[in-house]
């Protein structure tokens, strides 16, 4: 019975030390496993700085590459320009706006005039945006346009071939192919009445074979 008791404290005191051992590694675990956490959670820092960082020496190198893409656009869209101009001022062309325009000094008839422009590349001035308008009106001339309805009467048609559409700057009452008797008005000038004290400015038809205003032609700079 002795023995009994005996084995049974000895085998209840084991208990315990195994309970201990077992609390103890545990506790090891336990702080190792915080160790680790730290150390993985310094570890993703580390890396997003890196990526980060990374991103940013990328960033940097494409700025840096598109500013010289730029500069060397710059140059070349600079040459071509004085390029252009020079191709444009043979034969008295002027190089504005992106073409090469001619302002006459001398009046002629629309088909004459026509002839000139093609005689040199070139063909009357074609009026499609406001800029062209407006570069025609600053010669506060009378000026054959590339314009008319020779070919089927009220249907105007540029030189290009292209049909008429806005925006149109006729004036007031034009087109009305009924202003000169015994002719048909089928050409179109850019009338600008200052040298008469006139107020109008603005698209007018008129005959073909009058030898009322100047001319303007343009062509493409190269
Ligand atoms: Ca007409
Ligand atoms: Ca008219």
Redesign the pocket.
Known sequence: MKTAWFLLLFCLAGADDIRWDFQQFKRQLEGQYADLASRLSTSETKIAELVAELHKHKADQLQSGLDQFQDSLNLVTKEQDCLRRKLCERDGFTYGAGLCYYISTEKKNWEESRQWCRDRQSDLMVIKEKEKQDLVASFNKRIWLGLSDSLVEGSFQWVDGTPLTTPTYW?P????????PNAE?DCVEYYDGSQSDDPNRGW???PCSIHIAYWMCERVPC
Do not use: I, L, R
Request: no cysteine.
């Open positions: 004036m009452g034009e087109p009305e192919d009924s202003t000169y008005e007018n038809d008129a």
